[in-house]
């Protein structure tokens, strides 16, 4: 049997009452609402004084002729090869944009890193844009920007302003615009408010520029807007709308600024280069025209023989070759030459033929410079992985470059030589021409060549000049920075949202874990899933501990008794003689309320006009006297003599007719052996004839044996248990006792019960051991149901 009901309770533990669950809950509504009003109040005075941060955002087109970009619009130039070097990688220019380099310069042209406020009585609120003043700093050394310093301003009017430290200390009184000697530098304050306002105080801090970079940097986000587009998207978070807006908007030009100083350094170097190479042509070019003059002038020659005439014109063409190719082996030794003497410097591109394949390995070696200079400028170390990758690659391909130039010159070799055959065929004919003919020739076709080379480096300069004149912008504004309406942070819906959820979950995780570790018998369902004894009652909690039930008594406490009392009758169904009905009052554990039960029913059946006597039979901790007046002489005063009759130590109630008691007496030194003796079986088969009910309080069973000693006297016993006190596993107990019928016909009570929680009388009342004062509880606590 016992098997069977750990197999029910293992069952029964298993199933889970949903109405049960959701009323542990429900029945807390007040702490719930309590909970989410705090947090939504916390909310609502966070985002009452939290700083708004809003989204503001740009949109340029960047030049990068593989995703069609600018370059389109100026493809008119490109005969002249002016932008034959102009590609952009949209990747490289979002790092050039995000770089230290350009946050730092726009930072610095804005003044950002000096803050304005005004003080508030919660909080100070950040000024920008029409400031009330502004101040300029002057003679700091560079250090200066990294400190954190703040200076207090207060205005006396529009002429006179008073200037504290970051500690309150007053530095002095000074006028706007006057130049104010501090320590790491000069101040100057500048009035631009027309309105005579006094003693109005603002604070001005100046932040680490450093800092501030970082601050900056990690706010700004940019990002190409798809793969196959070169636009590119600038967002900035801020708390102030025209800051960001400035910022981007400055960022932008700055990048501009520097593409074009970055394409106006190539055009300046091209140019610097031919004007370099144009001197020296025309030093030649004036001593191959004096050796003419003097040549002729020695010769005394002003024209070329008729005869000459044919055959002249027939070697124009040979002329023409020797001068073209003599052309292009000074231009490609001049910038072998230059490669040679130079290491990591630009270029100068456009001058060699177009036929050759070298210009655009020399765009590209170009590029690669810009994209160095860029990454150095922007804070890289020249140990940096990127610059060594690039200078890896600016040393293949210079190599490549010259190995072309080499290649380019070794095929013009062959061919002049191939013309000095040519050349050798003509000047056999020419032999029969007079030697200072051919002298002539010589002259003028070294005149040619200069002169050639000469109008050849003019044109380049000329078209470097155009290329310089006509640079323009690496970006293209679509959209100026725009500031998103509402703020991005602190969202209001999600902050509310989540305020609610934790208000609501608070509670709900303290009830959770409350009732996962709370292991005590609450409601009479407590004892109907853990055991199979009969349940008789429960007794809500009373006023006062030493309250006894009177004709007159309207509590739920009394209403609960005589229910108890009346089904009390139903255990004595098999009874049928007329001896006295006697009931047994024990529990587990002290302090349970046997004895306020065992006073209290003895009192509802003497009410009811029968007559009851009232047993104290835990002679090891009697509790009797706690609550009736009774003698110190009892139970066991009369079991120790052996003259005294039991009628000498029962006493009536003072205010019943038909209550009597027999108090427990002295604490005896071996309470079980007086308990064992025949003449307690004696005293109740005496008892029973002279009363209607005997009603016993009697020692609990999980901690002495004395209960079960006297338990055969018992024709019920009535199990108390209470509630919030007892553990839900020390109903084993019990539950043992009432299948090895330890203790006979018995009966469940549950006391002290709490009647709000859904189970009960529906009144609520307490008690604990003291006077009868009903209590007043505060207001918080009726709220809350304390």
């Known amino acids: 049997m016992e098997k069977e009901y750990i197999k029910k309770n293992m069952e029964q533990d298993d199933s889970i009452n949903i109405r049960e669950e959701v009323e542990k809950y429900v029945l807390q509504w007040r702490w719930f609402v309590f909970s989410a009003l705090i947090f939504i ?184 807007l798809s793969k196959n587009t070169s636009v590119i998207e600038l967002s900035l978070t801020d708390p102030t709308k025209k800051r960001a807006e400035d910022f981007l908007n400055k960022l932008v030009d700055n990048y501009n600024a520097d593409a074009v100083a970055d394409k106006n350094y190539i055009s300046e170097s091209t140019s610097n280069f031919i004007d370099q190479r144009l001197v020296l042509i025309t030093k030649e070019l004036e001593s191959v025209e004096s050796d003419e003059e003097s040549f002729k002038t020695k010769n005394k020659l002003t024209d070329i023989p008729s005869e000459a005439g044919l055959f002249l014109e027939n070697a124009s063409e040979y002329e023409k070759k020797v001068v073209e190719n003599e052309t292009q082996i000074k231009v490609v030794s001049s910038m072998s030459e230059y490669i040679s003497n130079n290491d990591k410097e630009l270029i100068p591109a456009t001058i060699i033929t177009s036929e050759s394949g070298a210009n655009e390995q020399i765009n590209q070696f170009n590029q690669l410079i810009l994209t160095r200079n860029s990454f150095i400028q922007s804070g890289a170390g020249i140990d940096n992985p990127k610059i060594l990758a690039i200078d890896k690659q600016i040393s293949e391909l210079k190599a490549t470059v010259k190995n072309s130039l080499n290649s380019l010159r070794q095929s013009l070799e062959i061919k002049r030589r191939d013309l000095n055959r040519q050349g050798a065929l003509l000047n056999g004919k020419i032999s029969q021409i007079p030697r200072q003919e051919n002298e002539y020739r010589s002259l003028v076709r070294q005149q040619n060549i200069k002169q050639s080379l ?181 139970l066991t005063n009369y079991l120790t003599s052996s003259n005294k009759d039991i009628s000498e130590f029962i006493i009536k109630q003072d205010t019943f007719d038909q209550f009597y008691v027999l108090p427990s007496g002295v604490i005896p030194p071996n309470p079980a052996e007086l308990l064992m003796s025949k003449k307690v079986d004696d005293l109740f ?102």
């Open 685 to 786: 088969e005496e008892l029973k004839k002279n009363y209607d009910y005997i009603v016993v309080d009697t020692a609990p069973v999980g901690l002495v044996t004395d209960t079960f000693i006297v338990a055969k006297q018992a024709d019920c016993f009535l199990y108390v248990v209470r509630a919030n006190v007892l553990d839900k596993r020390m109903l084993r107990i019990p539950e043992e006792l009432y299948h090895e019928k330890k203790l006979p016909n018995m009966a469940v009570i549950l006391n002290d019960t709490e009647s709000t929680k859904g189970y009960g009388y529906g009144y609520g009342y307490g008690y604990g051991y003291g006077v009868e004062v009903e209590e007043k509880k505060p207001w918080y606590r009726r709220l809350f149901n304390f």
């Open 454 to 634: 000469y109008l050849y480096l003019l044109q380049k300069r000329e078209e470097a000049a155009i290329s310089l004149a006509i640079t323009s912008a690496n970006a293209k504004v679509i959209d100026p920075a725009i500031s998103s309406i509402n703020p991005v942070s602190p969202n209001k819906k999600i902050i509310f949202l989540g305020a609610l959820l934790v208000g609501l979950l608070l509670p709900f995780s303290v009830i959770y874990i409350k009732n996962l570790l709370d292991t005590k018998i609450k409601t009479r369902l407590d004892i109907e899933k853990n055991t199979s004894i009969p349940f008789l009652g429960d007794v809500p909690k009373s006023v006062s501990s030493n309250q006894i039930i009177d004709i007159n008594s309207r509590s739920s406490t009394a209403e609960a008794l005589r229910i108890i009392r009346t089904n009390v009758e139903f255990l004595f169904n098999n009874k049928t003689n007329d001896l006295a009905k006697t009931i047994f009052v024990t529990s587990t554990f002290p302090k349970e309320g046997k004895t306020f039960l065992s006073i209290n029913i003895a009192a509802t059946i003497a009410l009811s006009g029968k007559k009851v006597l009232l047993m104290g039979m835990d002679v090891r901790n009697p509790k009797i006297d706690e609550y009736i007046k009774v003698p110190s002489t009892g």
């Open 41 to 224: 109040s916390i909310a609502f005075f966070y985002l009452r004084y939290a700083t708004p941060v809003y989204k503001s955002t740009t949109t340029i087109l960047v030049k990068d002729d593989r995703k069609g970009g600018i370059a389109n619009e100026l493809a008119a130039f490109s005969e002249l090869g002016i932008l034959s070097g102009a590609k952009s990688n949209v990747d490289n220019e979002i790092e050039i944009i995000k770089s230290r380099t350009l946050i730092e310069k726009t930072i610095k042209d804005l003044n950002l890193n000096i803050k304005y406020y005004n003080k508030g009585r919660i909080k100070d609120g950040e000024l920008y844009g029409d400031l009330p003043f502004k101040v300029f700093f002057s003679n700091y050394e560079n250090s200066f920007y990294e400190l954190n310093n703040s200076y207090y301003i207060t205005k006396k009017n529009n002429q006179k302003f008073s200037l504290f430290d970051s500690n309150d200390k007053k530095i002095g009184d000074y006028t706007f615009g006057q130049k104010i000697k501090l320590v790491d530098a000069d101040l100057v304050v500048i009035n631009q408010q027309a309105k005579n306002e006094e003693d109005i105080s603002f604070w001005v801090q100046i932040t680490p520029l450093k800092r501030l970079i970082e601050n900056f940097s990690d706010k700004l986000s940019v990002s190409a």
